[in-house]
């Protein structure tokens, strides 16, 4: 019996395609939803820069145009999306803007959606380099109450 809904976390990189591939070739869903997270531009900036409402860059955008980030995201969701659909998925898309971390945003979608199962890349790494850099797909995996397809990547 197929799922009903499938999440698919989609950030436009070979990990995420991949991702998406094995999710059309080994799992049915009525219903899938490509995701893609984004951070505001000023959230971005005051990260980097390490100081929180300090002058900030001039590639910032002011606050009557489209974030850089969002217009961004929006153009690597539909991308997600035409794979998904490519590969059999009854697929929309959707961005999530990230208030915390990206991992968060996924499972409070996937929560949001009563997603089935979440669907993810993750770039395989090992050792003290995974410790330093705990992946996304982790963090998804040991917080999210659901079952997480986590797709490693290609040899």
């Given amino acids: 019996m197929p799922a009903d809904l499938m999440l698919i976390a989609y950030d436009g990189t070979e990990n995420s395609k991949r991702a998406v591939e094995y999710a059309g070739r080994f799992l049915s869903a009525e219903r899938a939803v490509v995701i893609t997270a984004w951070e505001p531009m000023v959230r971005?900036?005051?990260?980097?820069?390490?100081?929180?409402?300090?002058m900030q860059p001039e590639w910032v955008p002011d606050e009557?145009?489209?974030?850089i980030a969002l217009t961004d995201a929006?153009?690597?969701?539909?991308?997600?999306l035409d794979?998904?659909?490519?590969?059999?998925?009854?697929?929309?898309?959707?961005?999530?803007?990230?208030?915390?971390?990206?991992?968060t945003t996924i499972v409070e979608a996937a929560d949001d959606l009563n997603a089935d199962i979440i669907v993810t890349g993750t770039r395989g790494t090992t050792g003290l380099k995974s410790l330093l850099?705990?992946?996304v797909a982790d963090h998804v995996l040991r917080h999210s109450h659901r079952p997480v397809l986590i797709v490693p990547p290609g040899r």
């Fill in 83 to 103: 794979l998904a659909r490519s590969v059999g998925l009854n697929a929309e898309g959707r961005t999530a803007e990230c208030v915390t971390t990206i991992w």
């Fill in 74 to 80: 929006k153009t690597v969701n539909v991308e997600g």
């Fill in 64 to 67: 009557d145009s489209e974030d």
């Fill in 133 to 135: 850099q705990s992946s």
């Fill in 44 to 54: 971005q900036a005051a990260r980097m820069s390490g100081l929180s409402g300090v």
